[in-house]
């Protein structure tokens, strides 16, 4: 147990330590990274109060044009910074969580939060829903406000990176070396640009068709193999490149380490793999090709005042005290399935019910351990696609 709460201490510090220094290293490279993303001077230009101390981070993953479900985003996590303590709170966020949205009328919206940021940047699609919302600014908003709810503190920025983004950064740092702790076989990971091909099918032998898609709700991979390629990985280390990498941390149909949670702990590992290879001398003479491979593939609202501010800090990285939540059925979450059957997460403790977790991460800020949760057995079986 010792072990593993010393484990998980260094892949949170890890966390910090990536986003410190692949995003904001280097403050003349920043700026010209910034104005290359971002045309809103008026959030560049934003001024922090001085006796602000705390800031708060939602780090996302999103597909990217080019992909299905361009801008759901696959990967959630809130860091808590507490700049005058040296401490620093990481929270993951699955992308199963059913969540509300708000409207303009009284009936309630839910939808998964992998989709929040998403339902702003295209509102015109959900006229209810209002139009503060609206835009790339608007969804950043909601996806804050809608995280915000779930921990119990206001999320002040966001930075979201897509998927060739990730890939062209691995392969721009030579690949990454990840120790695979349980190997893993998955048929069904996604081929882009393949999600709708018929596989040979005549659409017009309806027959057929409605055969497959009957085969299809419980073993797509069978009704339409051209969609899917088969991943395999052994367990040890492995060195690999951005796509590879992008695979390991993004599949989630397997049966040895499938779901929500085994990929998130695949995420841990490769967070871990990324800050012993930023921590190595190779990682230096690569920070600018780096930083340029960012630039159309990074979104965020960060005031820049705000990156100089972390930047002052980055060398204290080391001392800070870090803890990590990961939200699961173990702790905080039970499987659920919507009302139009989709396979979701709630809270143990009932639709929109996060008092357990805001007074855990309550306890962490002050220094108090979270008691811990019994294991929760499904509501009902399931299958998640």
């Not at 001085?50 to 999103?62: A, D, P, Q, R, W």
């Not at 929109?352 to 294991?375: A, C, E, F, Y």
Request: net charge neutral; aromatic share 8%.
């Amino acid at each position: 147990m010792v072990k593993d709460v010393e484990k998980r201490k260094k892949i949170a510090l890890g966390i910090t330590i990536a986003i410190v220094f692949i995003i904001l290293f280097g403050a003349f490279r920043v700026v010209k990274l910034f104005n290359s993303i971002n045309t809103k001077s008026s959030i560049w230009g934003k001024t922090i109060p001085k006796e602000k101390k705390i800031f708060s981070l939602l780090v996302m993953g999103y597909g990217g044009a080019g992909h299905d479900g361009a801008y759901l985003t696959d990967t959630m996590m809130v860091l808590r910074i507490d700049l005058e303590k040296h401490t620093a709170l990481v929270v993951s966020v699955p992308r199963d969580l059913w969540v509300q949205i708000p409207t303009t009328t009284d009936e309630k919206f839910y939808r998964k939060i992998n989709s929040v940021y998403q339902t702003g940047l295209f509102r015109k699609n959900y006229p209810a829903v209002p139009v503060k919302y609206d835009g790339e600014q608007g969804a950043s908003e909601l996806v804050k406000e809608t995280v915000g709810s779930i921990v119990g503190f206001p999320i002040d920025n966001y930075i979201a990176v897509d998927f060739d983004g990730f890939r062209q950064a691995i392969n721009t740092l030579g690949g990454i070396d990840i120790v695979v702790e349980k190997a893993f076989t998955d048929v069904e990971y996604p081929i882009d640009g393949k999600e709708t091909d018929l596989c040979g099918v005549d659409p017009s032998d309806l027959a057929k068709f409605e055969e497959l898609e009957k085969i299809a709700t419980e073993s797509p991979e069978l009704a339409y193999p051209c969609r899917y390629e088969t991943l395999q990985f052994s367990a040890g280390q492995q060195h690999m490149n951005g796509e590879t990498a992008l695979k390991f941390v993004r599949s989630r149909h397997s049966l040895e380490d499938g779901g929500d949670f085994g990929r998130a702990k695949r995420q841990q590992l490769f967070l871990d793999a990324m800050r012993s290879k930023i921590l190595s001398v190779s990682f230096i003479p690569k920070i600018i090709p780096l930083m340029n491979d960012l630039e159309k593939n990074l979104r965020t609202d960060m005031p820049l005042e705000l990156v100089n501010k972390f930047l002052s800090q980055s060398s204290e990285a080391k001392n800070y005290e870090m803890q990590q939540i990961i939200l699961t059925t173990d702790n905080y979450l039970q499987h659920s399935v919507s009302n139009d059957g989709q396979y979701i997460l709630n809270s143990i403790d009932g639709q929109d019910n996060w008092q357990r977790l805001h007074k855990d991460i309550n306890n962490m800020i002050v220094g108090i351990s979270p008691t811990p949760s019994v294991s929760l057995l499904p509501t009902k079986k399931v299958t998640r696609r």
